[in-house]
């Protein structure tokens, strides 16, 4: 393994209306160490209370995704976007030249649990853009986001890709990095259960919880076992610097 990420060691911040686990330096957590991964810049973990959340605020030239693992969060921005995303769903912000946004629960009751991510772009100050869709409930391998957006997936504006991996438990899965050219880099990070890694090459094996994360180098190979029923999100990413 290239790079290994424990959940447990993660940056938290703690505001009251917000509980957030960073896996990489962001805002008030800094950490030399984990400054990002390749193209992915940040990885957070966000627990919002009923009611709250962020206010209005600006972002440019970075691809935005939002993942509600539960409960439901509330998307506003200056381009007219209003929209509901609901557990299962995955949306997708790009904010290219600029735009305002706010990201609230949808609940008056209910915490709301999302992953926010943020990619860094191969092209700046594009036109913002506004993508959303269900993710399947579907075991196996779906691809969310990608260069070009095939296969349904939401685009971005660069070159790399994000699928889900639900598995049941007993279940495996083949995963390797560099099958297009483009890709030179991978990161597997655990949303739910607990799976062992097997790294072909090394033969080496790690265990992973809700919320670890491993990053892999240009054409090495693992086999993804899972323990419990799992979720995790695989990146198909350029060359890690």
């Not at 075991?139 to 260069?147: A, H, P, R, Y």
């Not at 083949?174 to 607990?194: C, K, M, P």
């Not at 790294?199 to 240009?218: F, P």
């Amino acid at each position: 393994m290239q790079y290994i990420r424990k959940g447990n060691e993660r940056g938290q911040v703690n505001l009251g209306w917000l509980n957030s686990k960073h896996s990489f330096s962001f805002g008030q957590y800094y950490d030399a160490n984990h400054m990002g991964f390749s193209v992915l810049r940040v990885f957070n973990d966000d627990i919002v209370q009923p009611g709250r959340g962020f206010e209005i605020h600006g972002h440019r030239d970075m691809e935005i995704i939002s993942f509600v693992v539960s409960g439901a969060l509330k998307h506003k921005d200056s381009t007219g976007n209003d929209y509901t995303i609901p557990a299962g769903d995955i949306q997708v912000m790009s904010a290219g030249k600029g735009i305002q946004h706010s990201e609230m629960n949808a609940s008056e009751d209910e915490e709301v649990n999302f992953v926010q991510i943020w990619i860094e772009p191969n092209v700046m100050g594009v036109e913002p853009a506004y993508l959303q869709k269900s993710v399947s409930k579907e075991k196996g391998m779906e691809l969310l986001v990608s260069e070009d957006g095939r296969d349904g997936s939401l685009k971005i504006n660069q070159q790399a890709r994000i699928s889900k991996l639900a598995l049941n438990k007993g279940e495996t899965h083949d995963l390797s990095v560099g099958t297009v050219r483009a890709f030179g880099a991978g990161y597997l990070h655990v949303i739910e259960g607990e799976v062992t890694v097997n790294n072909v090459q090394s033969d080496k094996m790690l265990r992973l919880t809700k919320g670890d994360a491993i990053g892999l180098g240009e054409k090495q190979e693992i086999v993804v076992l899972a323990n419990d029923d799992s979720l995790a999100l695989w990146f198909d990413l350029p060359v890690a610097s």
